[in-house]
């Protein structure tokens, strides 16, 4: 049901959208599951080019052109020890990518490369659900049930914690200094809005998970967007009451895991923030594919940093920690001068060579 200001989803299928606000890379899959900290999709620039002059290596005549010897085209994204061009015949011979890069096109018999990607725009799942979509080049739609809320303002951070509220009660349930103690820390509070500039500069003393209010006064939006944790704005600008189909909403979801996802307009997100809570609390699975994984595979990099990289597979280990227990580890090579170590469960099998 609707209040004519936010939608809300009592109890049901929750679907969000998450876009890049122009077209970039998807770095998941339909079936994956997510987690807040799951990387959606990114966009990059490039900041360096090169050229690779593939005559010479290949033994080609001046006049001879390259593109016939090629096993990539252009827009190709290429990863380190990837087979970008090969000669059959008696002089057989084989040239593979010393950096990784996307491949541009050919000049004067010369390929062209663009390499050292700056990150401009990602998007996060920013709560725990399942992939039912992609949006090819954009994102995808990450789905869960449990109870949803959209508002009309949020100040574009993502943030999470066990849901909480002031009481409504006393003093017309306004979120003031009276209401901060320690239990603020990593909670998530709603109020029916925030009057003093100071009881919002407190609370971000506290580490909050977020705050929800039904309202908040128009003068307040400029440091309410300055804090480093989630506000969302339910309901309207100015002073009053958060809706009674929010508050029962809300509610009845007290002790709950809420997930904030506080994004503005042109932050490449949706322009409504959200107000995710789960049914069940649950931590996803990520799948395993030691099974199919052996040195030399490509792979791409789910998260992190790294999130959306290719490599290549330089070994499988199995690494001890102090409990005892032993996990699976890959190190990967992403060019020549970047190698990493992540855990297994964070990477996709592209291929198998």
């Given at each position: 049901m609707?209040?004519?200001?936010?939608?809300?989803?009592?109890?049901?299928?929750?679907?969000?959208?998450?876009?890049?606000?122009?077209?970039g890379s998807v770095v998941v899959f339909k079936g994956q599951t997510t987690d807040p900290a799951t990387q959606v999709a990114f966009r990059k620039v490039w900041s360096k080019h090169?050229?690779?002059?593939?005559?010479?290596?290949?033994?080609?005549?001046?006049?001879?052109?390259?593109?016939?010897?090629?096993?990539?085209?252009?827009?190709?994204?290429?990863?380190?020890?990837?087979?970008?061009?090969?000669?059959?015949?008696f002089r057989k011979q084989t040239?593979?990518?010393?950096?990784?890069?996307?491949?541009?096109?050919?000049y004067a018999n010369q390929l062209i490369f663009e390499t050292d990607p700056i990150d401009v725009e990602t998007c996060y799942a920013g709560f725990p659900g399942v992939v039912t979509d992609v949006i090819p080049g954009r994102g995808a739609v990450i789905e869960t049930s449990?109870?949803?809320?959209?508002?009309?303002?949020?100040?574009?951070?993502?943030?999470?914690?066990?849901?909480l509220s002031v009481d409504m009660t006393r003093n017309d349930g306004i979120f003031g200094l009276d209401c901060i103690s320690m239990d603020l820390a990593g909670t998530v509070?709603?109020?029916?809005?925030?009057?003093?500039?100071a009881a919002l500069k407190t609370a971000a003393k506290m580490n909050p998970g977020g705050?929800?209010?039904?309202?908040?006064?128009?003068?307040?939006?400029?440091?309410?967007?300055?804090?480093?944790?989630?506000?969302?704005?339910?309901?309207?600008?100015?002073?009053?009451?958060?809706?009674?189909p929010i508050?029962?909403?809300?509610?009845?979801?007290?002790?709950?895991?809420?997930?904030?996802?506080?994004?503005?307009?042109?932050?490449?997100?949706?322009?409504?923030?959200?107000?995710?809570?789960?049914?069940?609390?649950?931590?996803?699975?990520?799948?395993?594919?030691s099974k199919s994984l052996v040195v030399g595979a490509q792979v791409r990099i789910l998260e992190g940093f790294y999130g959306g990289e290719l490599g290549i597979v330089t070994e499988v280990k199995q690494v001890s920690a102090e409990s005892g227990d032993e996990s699976e580890q890959v190190v990967v090579a992403i060019d020549e001068s970047t190698v990493v170590t992540i855990p297994i469960n964070n990477i996709e099998v592209i291929h198998v060579k």
């Open positions: 609707s209040n004519g200001f936010a939608s809300v989803i009592t109890a049901g299928d929750v679907r969000c959208v998450r876009m890049l606000s122009e077209n090169l050229m690779l002059n593939l005559v010479d290596q290949l033994n080609l005549a001046p006049d001879e052109p390259v593109r016939d010897y090629l096993t990539i085209d252009e827009g190709d994204f290429v990863s380190v020890g990837e087979m970008i061009a090969k000669r059959d015949g040239i593979t990518a010393k950096i990784s890069g996307r491949f541009l096109g050919i449990g109870s949803y809320v959209r508002g009309i303002w949020g100040n574009g951070k993502i943030g999470q914690g066990i849901l509070v709603f109020a029916n809005t925030c009057l003093d500039p705050l929800i209010f039904g309202s908040l006064p128009s003068s307040l939006l400029p440091l309410a967007q300055e804090m480093h944790f989630p506000i969302i704005i339910t309901d309207w600008l100015g002073v009053g009451k958060i809706s009674d508050h029962l909403a809300l509610g009845e979801n007290i002790i709950k895991f809420a997930y904030l996802y506080a994004a503005g307009p042109g932050a490449g997100v949706p322009s409504r923030p959200e107000i995710i809570i789960p049914q069940d609390e649950y931590i996803p699975e990520s799948k395993n594919p």
